[in-house]
């Protein structure tokens, strides 16, 4: 169920592992699913692609962007820094790359059909529910235990034709407070436009009482020094600027206490989700498709496998699951770090996964930690040791909850 990341890239490893398995993803979009103009991914997504499946790994690769930098932009001011290889794709492009690769090895796709209730499925030995963060699947299958929380900022998911040559973190103050996007290239003509303000900026800037499509202008207002003249699209350029194209949302946090009840296995988005601004959810799915048609090869027994494969992802994913609610937490707090100076943000910013940068003063985290010289000074490890401990609290309080 689901024609994204998830869904295709299992449906294509299992097929592959097994060529007797009758496999079809259903996806109710007619022409591949629209959402999100790009992703980003990093090397280790690459080093797993090429070990499950080297022939689309490698088309992946060639379809994405590179780029070795980031630039923090503070309200005018831009920090510059070095950062490990990161890529962009078109999501559309890698769904293409994905939904191809299975057709030839013999997965079925169905497009456009939108499954409402689990009894519109044929008769099947096993149903994965890839269909998103919303899965219809997981909301009416019984003892998953699904759990939602949701962020205060509101966010939009949007394109520009400006090519962001580095990752940029745009931050801009207006009258009624702090707003900032993140944006990369993904091919040669458009980048990805991440935009996310406090609720109260948002009202204030009055995006509150205009139809989605219109607050286009003011945004290009509003980021006018960074688009240097570019427009903003909705996050399908091409798409007509309705509500499934532009729109104001609030991040939803998503974890299940069990992936599988029955018959029934969740996978991606469906099962867990990490704020964007980490920029993982498209290679937490891709390894949960990996893992479960791993588990399925690995064990000849159903609910074995699916036993092992939510033991397995739910050890994996912790870290991440840690790290994007810091830094959900961090983007929730802006107000708290915009009064260092922009290369002392631009730096807590890449720290925004720490647990313990909440409960600190950002000028003594900065100072503790990350002050170039801070490492050389008696004093200055002293205090770290003394705080170590305490950071341990913080994380296994954070992993236990
Ligand atoms: C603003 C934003 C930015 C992001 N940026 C990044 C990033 O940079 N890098 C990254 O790795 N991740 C990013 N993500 C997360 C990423 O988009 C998701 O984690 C990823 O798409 C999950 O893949 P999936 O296959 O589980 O679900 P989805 O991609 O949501 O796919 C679910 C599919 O199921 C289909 N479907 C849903 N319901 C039904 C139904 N009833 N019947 C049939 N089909 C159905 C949908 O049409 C869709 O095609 C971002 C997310 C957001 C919100």
Excluded at 288 to 298: E, F, S, V
Excluded at 353 to 368: E, G
């Amino acid at each position: 169920m689901g024609g994204g990341p998830a869904g295709l890239y299992f449906a294509l490893l299992a097929k592959l592992g097994d060529p007797q398995h009758d496999i079809t993803v259903f996806e109710r979009s007619v022409h591949g699913p629209p959402r999100g103009l790009g992703v980003v991914f990093w090397g280790d997504l690459l080093k797993k692609l090429y070990q499950a499946d080297p022939v689309s790994a490698r088309q992946i690769e060639e379809a994405a962007r590179p780029w070795d930098n980031q630039v923090v932009d503070l309200d005018g001011t831009k920090v510059l820094s070095a950062v490990s290889r990161s890529y962009g794709i078109k999501r559309q492009r890698l769904l293409d790359i994905l939904s191809r690769r299975a057709l030839d090895a013999g997965v079925h796709i169905e497009y456009g059909h939108d499954i409402a209730t689990p009894s519109q499925l044929p008769e099947v030995d096993l149903i994965v529910a890839c269909d998103g963060l919303n899965s219809r699947i997981r909301n009416q299958t019984e003892g998953l235990a699904a759990d939602i929380s949701v962020g205060s900022n509101k966010y939009i998911w949007l394109a520009t034709d400006k090519v962001f040559e580095s990752f940029t973190w745009p931050f801009v103050h207006t009258d009624s407070g702090w707003i900032w996007g993140n944006a990369y290239a993904v091919d040669n003509e458009s980048s990805t436009f991440v935009v996310e303000c406090p609720a109260e900026t948002w009202k204030g800037l009055g995006f509150d009482a205009i139809p989605a499509q219109d607050c286009l202008p003011l945004l290009e207002k509003v980021f006018e020094h960074q688009l240097d003249g570019h427009q903003i699209f909705g996050q399908t350029p091409g798409q007509p600027p309705d509500e499934t194209n532009i729109q104001w949302l609030n991040f939803r946090r998503l974890t299940n206490e069990h992936w599988y009840a029955g018959r029934t296995v969740l996978a991606g988005d469906a099962a867990h989700t990490t704020h964007f601004s980490i920029g993982s959810g498209t290679t937490l799915a891709i390894g949960d498709a990996i893992a479960l048609a791993d588990n399925m090869r690995r064990h000849a027994d159903l609910k074995t496998a699916l036993a092992a494969y939510e033991k397995e992802r739910k050890a994996a994913i912790l870290q991440a699951q840690i790290a994007a609610r810091c830094s959900m937490q961090w983007f929730e707090n802006v107000d708290r770090y915009v009064g260092l100076k922009p290369r002392q943000f631009s730096t807590v910013l890449r720290r925004r996964r720490s647990p313990l940068l909440p409960h600190l003063p950002p000028q003594l985290y900065y100072r503790l930690w990350l002050y170039p010289t801070s490492h050389e000074l008696p004093a200055m490890r002293h205090m770290r040791k003394w705080i170590a401990p305490r950071i341990v609290k913080v994380y296994n309080r954070l992993t236990r909850s």
